[in-house]
């Protein structure tokens, strides 16, 4: 069983920065990607970033230059620093993992997709 816990959401001035983290817990082997997502009123979830193990990473192109995102394998954590915040960034911001884990009493290796909570990022004009 997994679980990942979000924070670092909140409110801030266009222009300011904000980092979120995410720290995925449980019965974990691996984690090939992890990433963020986002979906402001009206709109659809959208890909923000992701990461794979070997800190490659990809990013939206609305996001490029402004947002960084990277990992700690160790902890199973990743984040994002948001820089340079538009009002356009805001959003809910969801974490997303791709992650092997141990099932049950067996010890069976298995993969999942595991979301955060949500967190809500509003940048005020």
């Known amino acids: 069983q997994v679980q990942l816990v979000e924070s670092g959401g909140g409110l801030v001035q266009a222009g300011g920065s904000l980092e979120l983290s995410c720290a995925a817990s449980?019965?974990?082997?691996?984690?090939?990607?992890m990433g963020w997502y986002r979906q402001a009123p009206g709109k659809q979830r959208e890909l923000v970033a992701y990461?794979?193990?070997?800190?490659?990473?990809n990013y939206a192109n609305s996001v490029k230059g402004r947002f960084t995102i990277s990992r700690d394998n160790a902890k199973n954590t990743v984040y994002l620093q948001m820089n340079n915040l538009k009002p356009e960034d805001t959003a809910v911001y969801y974490c997303?993992?791709?992650?092997?884990?141990?099932?049950?009493?067996?010890?069976?290796?298995?993969?999942?997709?595991?979301w955060g909570q949500g967190t809500q990022v509003t940048v005020s004009s």
């Open positions: 990461i794979r193990t070997g800190s490659s990473a």
């Open positions: 997303n993992g791709e992650i092997g884990y141990y099932k049950g009493s067996s010890y069976r290796k298995e993969f999942a997709d595991y």
């Open positions: 449980g019965s974990i082997f691996t984690i090939n990607v």
